[in-house]
DNA sequence: TAGGTTTACGACTGTGAGTCGAAAACCTCG
DNA sequence: CGAGGTTTTCGACTCACAGTCGTAAACCTA
């Protein structure tokens, strides 16, 4: 699970408590039961650290079966990409902590991986689709917005662009009000809202497209 | 697997001797066996059919654990997406064919939904990366190669265009040597090869790249 | 040798992303 | 109440690159 907060994008981690890897941080997760479905089983074991509610997207990131895994057994497992928006700070468990992915701990088994691997594919589809929107709260100014896309994709980025982008695509549009800004004045920004909430592809390659 | 062969972008797959879904037909494959990578075993269960040595890429599609497979039994499936060259011919078993994408038959389970997803992720990855080594022969023309990227996108694609966008990404390479083009005549056409023969992203996503 | 065919390549066009600066709309402080 | 500072908005400009087109090159066959 993914978050931006204070500006940085951040996983939930937890602390294992039993060998192997006692005291290493690790990903949430857990066995699959019989008759359960993979997002089903997922789901189940998030519920245990956080409200799922919470979750504004998911999907699957790989399926792994090296030998470096739990040496004990021999495990496939399945890694999902959850992704929580930013300003919800859900309830967590002791044992269960928010880390920066730029410096994460000692993770265990190859969770570190799966860590940046969920990084590097959030980042690739914040430019071809409109996963913004699982990053955002409903609504929110464009500076809001390019805050949350820099902590994301680790570099600067032009509000201004980040504007005609999304709107030309068709994924952002104005609520109509606006909000003055926190501290020092100036103009008040206008309040956007995505339009949709469901994973779209809204960049089609830039390169061989069809004729016409 | 997919190939292109005669113009058409085309599946491998067999029939079905047993229930469920007697006589229909199926993507190649079979159940893990302990102790074996995923990898492995997608290989193993490949080798009954073709030579796998003529796999020239072999990546991770998706993993699946829908209600409607198996109704016997609750399965998790993992569906790889495998490319064999061009021009290549493999031996296969008597119950075993190529059916092109845009025509299949029946399909068993959901395996209609994997091909088409196995041919969209191609199409994708044919724009922002070097995948074409996979369904190339080690060198031809610009014109072959044309040839194949249409079958595959099912649209027409500029030889000119295709030219200059894989030369200025280093993709390609011309080998120095020309061939003559098969039927009436015409200027030989320059022989080419890709660079590398290992997947690599060439395409930095069209938007929200880093300043500079 | 003339005509046909295919490839190669430069020049032009058009779209869209990145940059910049000015104007708008607010704040605070004197 | 006005001046100066701050933040957002938006148009105009630039530039990179994909798509198109026409001509020249290099071969074949009749």
Do not use: C
Request: hydrophobic share 40%; aromatic share 8%.
């Amino acid at each position: 699970m993914l978050q931006v907060r204070g500006a940085r994008l951040q996983a939930l981690l937890w602390q294992r408590a039993r060998e192997p890897f006692l005291a290493a941080w690790s990903l949430p997760g857990g066995y699959l039961e019989p008759g359960e479905t993979l997002e089903e089983s997922i789901r189940r074991h998030l519920a245990v650290k956080v409200d799922v509610r919470e979750l504004a997207h998911l999907e699957q990131l790989e399926t792994l079966s090296e030998a470096h895994r739990n040496p004990l057994e021999w495990e496939i497992a399945n890694a999902y990409l959850g992704l929580v928006p930013a300003e919800v700070d859900p309830v967590v468990p002791e044992d269960t902590r928010w880390h920066p992915v730029s410096r994460l701990p000692e993770l265990a088994f190859d969770h570190r991986a799966i860590v940046l691997a969920g990084r590097d594919r959030l980042r690739a589809k914040l430019s071809y689709t409109n996963v913004g929107f699982a990053l955002a709260p409903p609504e929110f100014t464009l500076s809001e917005l390019r805050d949350l896309y820099v902590a994301a994709l680790g570099h600067e980025v032009s509000a201004t662009n980040l504007q005609r982008v999304l709107l030309r695509r068709g994924v952002l549009e104005p609520t109509g009000e606006r909000r003055a800004s926190g501290r020092a004045g100036g103009r008040p920004a206008e309040l956007y809202r995505f339009r949709s909430r469901r994973l779209t592809i809204t960049d089609q390659f830039a390169v061989l497209r069809p004729p016409g």
